[in-house]
């Protein structure tokens, strides 16, 4: 696979992230060979929305939102961050709440930050959103840390005020479907108000915005939900691996094609056999992108 | 002739830009046209409904506000159930924004199906027994209820799923005078099946029911001992005519 021209360590002229991610196969189905894992996200993210919205023609497959749903006419499921949100704010623990919790953690026991990059729809609205902004490459120098800070300040504010903060106002999660379920409402002439859609959309197009100005800083900074499931990467099965250290050609392929401005590089420079970085969503990118030159990155589930 | 044609052209398209406009407007705000509006001939205009009509099974108002993460799942799931009883709240009450109430008992009475509470993953909405349910609870307008006027109508006794628990008759010559007692869940259902032109009760929070309800019943036990003169003349002067001019004023449909 790796027999190519480029052999020698001195740095040659640097590809577009366009041109990195688009693999060395020619036409579509070359292109689905070399895109896997991104053909794979796609039909995920497409299959959890395409659920979602049986809802409205009463089929009960998923039902609410990503932040709070039942799935599969009986389960009842609940996001981390948003579990922990209603706690504080309640004050109690809720017993329900934990059972609707449970199926969550664990999935994300195995499955890591993979909620960011195979099951969030904003994910494929800021991919859209990149292409019109001509797939700049990302450079972002604040550290994800400061994340932590913002989601124990949403949490604080829940205490203080007694709702669940992000999750009611500012959730990307909550207003994408809160903006599905009022439009559908409004076009059947149900019992809706006007204004929780527009304003659900209009959190939506902000960040939009958002993600014009300043590329993925909602993932990579912001987005309490994104930051709990980043510390499931580092115990998770499902993670990112280095096959062989020593071939890496170190032409930071994966680092510049990153959405999350994860130093992959670094990590298989420095000898790491699993990259356990918080930031990183498992959307397998920077393994496309690797294909092409060393191919020694790999995404799948491990019991090692 | 010139000049007549000028204002004709002007005029026409004066009248297509005013035909647009309020086009554009009813679209934004479908009752524009709609004459009465629904607030206007409310029952027992003088007691205020006190607050949220909360789904089945909620809890306490501060807990729910804490518990409730406005993911959706309850109104969904009212939808899938075909009963559309639940909405989400707007902006115009910050601290209850994006949460589940019911919006309007005359058109989407809770049919107490209890999937809500079933399915709330936070535990905001508390699963229990349909006989427990407090949301609310229902007053009928004596003053317009057909039944309290000379009349055996017993729609709202029929719609109600709790049946007979609820309901205490005073069979008199003055119709079959029914009443609802404190077992009332509040899911609405008697709102919407009241044949009167918008509907003769009133479903209003726990808490309001509390502070209305010496007045409430004194007003009933006053009603109930007048003489048989002064009750003909109350159904025959005030009562009855009122009920014409709402069946007059008042279609049934008022949602086109």
Redesign the interface.
């Known amino acids: 696979m790796s027999t190519e021209t480029n052999t020698n360590n001195a740095p040659e002229e640097e590809p577009s992230c366009s041109e990195l991610i688009k693999g060395n196969k020619k036409g579509f189905i070359g292109w689905l060979k070399s895109h896997k894992l991104s053909t794979l996200r796609r039909f995920v993210l497409l299959a959890v929305v395409v659920f979602f919205l049986l809802q409205f023609f009463r089929v009960k497959l998923a039902v609410g939102s990503l932040t709070g749903s039942l799935a599969l006419w009986f389960v009842n499921l609940l996001d981390v961050f948003a579990y922990l949100e209603s706690m504080v704010a309640s004050k109690d623990f809720g017993l329900i709440a934990i059972v609707s919790v449970l199926p969550i953690l664990i999935a994300y026991l195995i499955f890591g930050r993979s909620f960011c990059g195979w099951v969030c729809p904003m994910d494929y609205l800021f991919h859209v959103t990149d292409r019109i902004r001509k797939c700049k490459i990302f450079d972002f120098k604040i550290s994800p840390k400061y994340g932590y800070i913002i989601a124990i300040g949403f949490l604080v504010a829940s205490f203080a005020i007694g709702i669940p903060v992000f999750t009611n106002y500012f959730s990307h999660l909550t207003n994408f479907f809160r903006s599905l379920t009022g439009l559908y409402f409004y076009i059947m002439d149900l019992p809706v108000a006007v204004d929780v859609m527009l304003f659900s959309f209009a959190v939506i197009v902000l960040l939009l915005v958002l993600e014009l100005i300043f590329p993925r800083m909602w993932c990579r900074l912001i987005c309490p939900v994104g930051k709990v499931y980043g510390l499931f990467n580092k115990v998770s099965r499902f993670r990112l691996r280095v096959t062989d250290n020593d071939l890496c050609k170190k032409c930071r392929a994966c680092d510049r094609v990153c959405y999350m401005g994860v130093k992959v590089s670094e990590y298989v420079i420095k000898g790491d056999k699993n990259i356990r970085d918080i930031n990183c969503i498992l959307c397998g990118r920077c393994v496309e992108a690797c294909n092409n030159k060393s191919n020694i990155l790999r995404i799948n589930l491990s019991l090692k | 002739m010139e000049l007549d044609r000028r204002d004709f052209l002007k005029l026409s398209l004066t009248a297509g830009a005013a035909g647009a406009l309020s086009g554009a407007i009813s679209v934004?705000d479908?009752d524009a046209n709609a004459a009465p509006t629904k607030e206007e001939f409310e029952p027992l205009p003088n007691i205020k409904v006190g607050g949220i009509i909360r789904p089945p099974g909620a809890l306490s108002e501060?807990?729910f506000?804490?518990?409730?993460?406005?993911?959706?799942?309850c109104?969904?799931?009212c939808?899938?159930m075909?009963y559309?009883?639940l909405?989400?709240?707007?902006?115009?009450d910050l601290?209850n924004?994006?949460?589940p109430y019911v919006?309007?008992t005359r058109?989407?009475p809770c049919a107490l199906c209890m999937e809500c509470p079933k399915?709330?993953?936070?535990?905001?909405l508390?699963p229990v027994k349909k006989e427990d349910v407090k949301m609310g609870m229902a007053l009928i307008d004596l003053s317009i209820c057909f039944g309290w006027n000379g009349d055996v109508c017993l729609s709202c006794s029929k719609a109600c799923p709790m049946g007979a628990s609820i309901f205490d008759f005073y069979n008199g010559e003055w119709g079959n005078q029914p009443m609802i007692n404190d077992k009332c869940v509040g899911c609405g259902l008697c709102v919407k099946y009241c044949p009167l032109g918008g509907s003769a009760i009133k479903v209003i929070t726990r808490d309001e029911y509390k502070k209305v309800k010496d007045e409430y019943l004194a007003d009933f036990r006053k009603t109930i001992s007048l003489s048989n003169e002064e009750r003909y003349n109350l159904v025959y002067g005030i009562n009855l005519p009122m009920i014409m001019s709402r069946g007059r004023m008042i279609e049934r449909e008022y949602?086109d």
């Open positions: 934004f479908k501060k807990e506000r804490a518990k409730c993460i406005s993911c959706g799942v109104v969904n799931v939808h899938t075909k559309d009883t909405s989400i709240a707007g902006l115009g601290k924004f994006g949460l919006k309007d058109d989407f399915s709330c993953p936070t535990g905001a508390q949602r």
